[in-house]
């Protein structure tokens, strides 16, 4: 299984910008980094993933370094809602498989008021 | 906004009893997963279905396992004989393309 590396956990305040960090130093250039989220006693919800360029959407921004072997999950601005583990996957494609996510242990996010 | 849902939210089972897990994808989805979750663990990913038929399953989905999408809309996860162990969070997810998976809520199953 493809490895990435994630603190275990993390605190942020309330309308803060947080960084979360990722390292995927065996990545290959085809596999995607996929981030999920899990909020409490829910399933795993998707976030945004990304290839080689930075992206954004509506809930959150991926950047990606020059190299990829590391990236950031951005949330612009924390809510008490975006309290949650947060995976960091590595979408592996090759041959007829789909890429199916291997999940870690993930970052747990608290968000303080 | 369509979503993933999943019946029954709990189930409760004897060892040794057949269960079968519903989900019901986002209409328009291709792909179809099942994964689960036992207490404090992480999540694991069970078996893919593409085209009505198993594109990849994992060691966890030995023959007690069976997936099936009866219609055009359900997609149900079959255990044939339940183990204490077995007990788990049980999510299946959609995607359109492979790409992003948008996950059910999950069923709760308990063996007793």
């Known amino acids: 299984d493809a490895k990435t590396t994630q603190p275990n956990s993390m605190e942020s305040n309330e309308e803060e910008p947080v960084h979360l960090p990722c390292n995927h130093s065996?990545?290959?250039?085809?596999?995607?980094i996929h981030w999920y989220r899990q909020l409490p006693s829910q399933g795993p919800e998707y976030v945004i993933h990304?290839?080689?360029s930075n992206v954004n959407n509506r809930m959150a921004s991926l950047a990606i370094a020059e190299d990829r072997k590391s990236s950031t999950l951005i949330l612009h601005r924390a809510t008490l809602r975006d309290a949650a583990v947060y995976y960091c996957?590595?979408?592996?494609?090759?041959?007829?498989?789909?890429?199916?996510?291997?999940f870690g242990k993930g970052t747990k996010l608290s968000v303080k008021p | 906004e369509p979503e993933v849902t999943q019946t029954p939210s709990h189930q409760v089972t004897q060892m040794g009893q057949e269960v079968i897990l519903r989900c019901v994808p986002i209409s328009n989805h291709l792909y179809f997963y099942w994964y689960r979750q036992i207490l404090g663990q992480k999540v694991e990913f069970l078996v893919s279905?593409?085209?009505?038929?198993?594109?990849?399953k994992s060691e966890i989905f030995d023959d007690q396992f069976s997936v099936e999408r009866p219609d055009g809309s359900n997609f149900t996860l079959k255990i044939r004989s339940t183990k204490l162990e077995d007990s788990a969070m049980y999510f299946c997810?959609?995607?359109?393309?492979?790409?992003?998976?948008?996950f059910g809520p999950g069923t709760r199953l308990t063996v007793t």
């Open positions: 279905f593409y085209n009505n038929e198993i594109s990849e």
């Open positions: 990304g290839l080689t």
């Open positions: 065996t990545i290959s250039g085809t596999d995607y």
């Open positions: 996957i590595l979408r592996i494609i090759y041959g007829g498989s789909q890429g199916n996510l291997i």
């Open positions: 997810a959609s995607s359109e393309e492979g790409n992003e998976q948008y």
